[in-house]
């Protein structure tokens, strides 16, 4: 995705004149330790706003004697954008996927229709939160139904991050559908991130270019009918969510930049999206950009595709792209940076601002419980408070984003804690603060750390394991594999890797993948499903999860599997016998 351009138009009145409205262009290419304050100096930040139902639309008008900047609308949906500024890092595609690096291969942004698989991943700053994510694709602004269900990511811990990538495909002897293909993903109902790719009919001529194997006579010209999509033609592949560190790159930065100059070839690739194929994009983009607009007090053109704000800057934090020397660029921060922008024609006027700094101060403190080695650990609040810049704010401690203020630094007894504060504004500015906050809580004596001998764990049979017509691929409790310890009573996460078929005899009949919990002595209970559904004649792959808490008792637990035929899922079912334990959990 290349740059926007913001032009800047000054309408005004003439004696005698008619008025005359322009507009921009777009170029695609209870402790109190110490506190502090610090002030700022101007710098990129973004964040996007979720979707909501359209508003009318206003047509663009010219006041006399304002300055009004126009933004080019049509090039922030483009295949290769992204959103900047979230705990969702950009998503990327590729036709390989390196599991053992992990990182995705062969990056691109446009797809031929014969793909075997199209690959895509992006990696997850969530710091010490637990976040929960859902994912929904959609083809020319319709969403396609898929299998998808929730999954939620564990801590990423001091300096880790996670990578999350998954693999979309079609069923054999299908092709994939023509159009342009966008993936949302959302976190407590807030759009973090998504990615755009195009899928188009190559041209025959360079059909070699795009793999072993192609039938050129697919790309032969045929019959202009209306594209006829069936939602059941596509097939989604998992792959486990891989912990990394924070500076782990699941891509190569030649291929990205590669993917990006391919955009530019892209018409002497592949032919030109058919008519009622570009109709609905053009329609879906649309629709969403008088949303988008509205949504940061702008006002719509639909007839020139811009929007009319009168901070630049803080417009394009709110669509989500990083604004740098008067440009708005949606290709994320990194790469932005990569490719600077021309010089516009004309300066960027924009409102006086203070420049942005902050206070801080600690409020509250609180026991929060103790490690595993049975050292205590104290819990701070940290207040603080933006000043200059422009709302809304986003506040982030060692690069986490938080829900708000104040929020919590942990620590342990006797042990203070380091980390830095920052803080941004809608209007691109951004301060931090490295913070010393001394230990609240700090015992005459420290707790005598001890070491409980964990039993001799018990065995597991070997993966896959099947039951019925359910079999089970790849287990993750808790981040920490088949095998986990956990306190008692706590919330665990069982994240299994599925396969499960229709029964030839029962093609209507709902089946549950069941997850249950067991010591085979006092404890044999269902915990929930991971499936629920109707699975296909040939079968589906997925992942799914349960979450539950932990039993109280401590010893060795068995995480088992139960394929029913139920018409949902059930918490009666008991477990199975000790060859269908697809994991185990120790409660110390």
Same mark, same amino acid.
């Given at each position: 995705?290349?740059?926007?351009?913001?032009?800047?138009?000054?309408?005004?009145?003439?004696?005698?004149?008619?008025?005359?409205?322009?507009?921009?262009?777009?170029?695609?290419?209870?402790?109190?330790?110490?506190?502090?304050?610090?002030?700022?100096?101007?710098?990129?930040?973004?964040?996007?706003?979720?979707? %909501?139902?359209?508003?009318?639309?206003?047509?663009?008008?010219?006041?006399?004697?304002?300055? !009004?900047?126009?933004?080019?609308?049509?090039?922030?949906?483009?295949?290769?954008?992204?959103?900047?500024?979230?705990?969702?890092?950009?998503?990327?595609?590729?036709?390989?996927?390196?599991?053992?690096?992990?990182?995705?291969?062969?990056?691109?942004?446009?797809?031929?229709?014969?793909?075997?698989?199209?690959?895509?991943?992006?990696?997850?700053?969530?710091?010490?939160?637990? &976040?929960?994510?859902?994912?929904?694709?959609?083809?020319?602004?319709?969403?396609?139904? $898929?299998?998808?269900?929730?999954?939620? &990511?564990?801590?990423?811990?001091?300096?880790?991050?996670?990578?999350?990538?998954?693999?979309?495909?079609?069923?054999?002897?299908?092709?994939?559908?023509?159009?342009?293909?966008?993936?949302?993903?959302?976190?407590?109902?807030? $759009?973090?991130?998504?990615?755009?790719?195009?899928?188009?009919?190559?041209?025959?001529?360079?059909?070699?270019?795009?793999?072993?194997?192609?039938?050129?006579?697919?790309?032969?010209?045929?019959?202009?009918?209306?594209?006829?999509?069936?939602?059941?033609?596509?097939?989604?592949?998992?792959?486990?969510?891989?912990?990394?560190?924070?500076?782990?790159?699941?891509?190569?930065?030649?291929?990205?930049?590669?993917?990006?100059?391919?955009?530019?070839?892209?018409?002497?690739?592949?032919?030109?999206?058919?008519?009622?194929?570009?109709?609905?994009?053009?329609?879906?983009?649309?629709?969403?950009?008088?949303?988008?607009?509205?949504?940061?007090?702008?006002?719509?053109?639909?007839?020139?595709?811009?929007?009319?704000?009168?901070?630049?800057?803080?417009?394009?934090?709110?669509?989500?792209?990083?604004?740098?020397?008067?440009?708005?660029?949606?290709?994320?921060?990194?790469?932005?940076?990569?490719?600077?922008?021309?010089?516009?024609?004309?300066?960027?006027?924009?409102?006086?601002?203070?420049?942005?700094?902050?206070?801080?101060?600690?409020?509250?403190?609180?026991?929060?419980?103790?490690?595993?080695?049975?050292?205590?650990?104290?819990?701070?609040?940290?207040?603080?408070?933006?000043?200059?810049?422009?709302?809304?704010?986003?506040? $982030?401690?060692?690069?986490?984003?938080?829900?708000?203020?104040?929020?919590?630094?942990?620590? $342990?007894?006797?042990?203070?804690? &380091?980390?830095?504060?920052?803080?941004?504004?809608?209007?691109?500015?951004?301060?931090?603060?490295?913070?010393?906050?001394?230990?609240?809580?700090?015992?005459?004596?420290?707790?005598?750390?001890?070491?409980?001998?964990?039993?001799?764990?018990?065995?597991?049979?070997?993966?896959?394991?099947? !039951?019925?017509?359910?079999?089970?691929?790849?287990?993750?409790?808790?981040?920490?594999?088949? %095998?986990?310890?956990?306190?008692?009573?706590?919330?665990?996460?069982?994240?299994?890797?599925?396969?499960?078929?229709?029964?030839?005899?029962?093609?209507?009949?709902?089946?549950?993948?069941?997850?249950?919990?067991?010591?085979?002595?006092?404890?044999?209970?269902? &915990?929930?499903?991971?499936?629920?559904?109707?699975? %296909?004649?040939?079968?589906?792959?997925?992942?799914?999860?349960?979450?539950?808490?932990?039993?109280?008792?401590?010893?060795?637990?068995?995480?088992?599997?139960?394929?029913?035929?139920?018409?949902?899922?059930?918490?009666?079912?008991?477990?199975?016998?000790?060859?269908?334990?697809?994991?185990?959990?120790?409660?110390?």
């Amino acid at each position: 995705m290349r740059p926007l351009r913001i032009s800047i138009i000054v309408c005004a009145m003439m004696v005698l004149l008619a008025a005359v409205a322009c507009g921009g262009g777009a170029q695609p290419a209870t402790g109190e330790p110490p506190s502090g304050s610090t002030t700022a100096t101007a710098a990129p930040a973004a964040s996007r706003a979720p979707t %909501s139902p359209a508003p009318t639309a206003r047509p663009a008008t010219a006041t006399i004697g304002t300055t !009004h900047t126009v933004i080019d609308m049509s090039r922030s949906s483009q295949p290769g954008s992204t959103i900047a500024g979230t705990i969702a890092e950009q998503m990327v595609f590729g036709r390989e996927y390196d599991a053992q690096k992990p990182e995705i291969l062969q990056l691109a942004w446009t797809f031929p229709v014969d793909s075997r698989q199209i690959y895509f991943g992006f990696g997850i700053d969530n710091g010490p939160q637990r &976040v929960s994510f859902t994912q929904t694709l959609t083809l020319n602004g319709e969403e396609v139904p $898929l299998p998808v269900k929730p999954f939620s &990511v564990p801590p990423s811990g001091p300096g880790k991050k996670q990578f999350h990538a998954r693999g979309v495909a079609v069923k054999p002897g299908k092709t994939f559908p023509e159009g342009r293909y966008e993936i949302f993903v959302y976190a407590n109902g807030e $759009l973090l991130q998504r990615g755009i790719f195009d899928v188009k009919q190559p041209i025959a001529t360079s059909a070699l270019n795009v793999g072993v194997g192609v039938d050129l006579n697919r790309y032969r010209d045929s019959a202009g009918d209306p594209q006829q999509v069936d939602p059941d033609i596509f097939v989604l592949t998992e792959q486990p969510i891989e912990a990394v560190p924070e500076d782990f790159s699941y891509y190569a930065e030649g291929e990205l930049e590669q993917a990006y100059d391919a955009l530019n070839q892209v018409a002497e690739e592949y032919k030109p999206f058919p008519d009622d194929v570009q109709q609905a994009i053009e329609e879906a983009a649309r629709r969403e950009n008088v949303a988008r607009c509205g949504e940061i007090g702008g006002a719509y053109d639909p007839a020139a595709d811009t929007c009319t704000v009168s901070d630049p800057a803080g417009a394009c934090a709110a669509l989500g792209g990083v604004y740098e020397q008067d440009t708005c660029d949606f290709r994320g921060a990194e790469e932005a940076a990569a490719t600077p922008s021309p010089t516009p024609t004309r300066a960027t006027t924009r409102s006086t601002l203070q420049p942005l700094s902050l206070t801080w101060r600690a409020g509250a403190f609180r026991e929060a419980g103790t490690n595993e080695q049975g050292v205590g650990i104290w819990a701070q609040e940290i207040f603080v408070e933006p000043l200059g810049g422009a709302p809304p704010y986003t506040i $982030l401690f060692d690069n986490s984003p938080q829900a708000g203020t104040p929020f919590e630094v942990f620590g $342990l007894f006797c042990v203070g804690q &380091v980390g830095t504060i920052t803080v941004r504004s809608s209007d691109g500015q951004s301060v931090e603060e490295r913070i010393t906050v001394p230990d609240p809580i700090c015992p005459t004596q420290t707790p005598t750390v001890t070491h409980t001998p964990v039993p001799t764990e018990p065995p597991l049979p070997p993966l896959p394991i099947t !039951h019925g017509f359910a079999t089970i691929n790849g287990v993750d409790i808790l981040g920490q594999g088949r %095998s986990a310890t956990t306190p008692a009573g706590s919330s665990v996460t069982v994240q299994v890797d599925y396969f499960i078929i229709q029964a030839s005899d029962c093609p209507s009949c709902i089946q549950q993948i069941a997850i249950g919990v067991s010591n085979d002595v006092t404890v044999n209970q269902t &915990v929930g499903c991971a499936y629920d559904g109707i699975p %296909s004649l040939e079968g589906e792959s997925g992942t799914g999860s349960v979450t539950f808490d932990a039993p109280t008792e401590p010893g060795w637990y068995f995480v088992r599997i139960f394929n029913t035929f139920e018409f949902s899922c059930r918490f009666d079912f008991g477990t199975t016998g000790s060859e269908f334990s697809i994991g185990r959990i120790y409660v110390p």
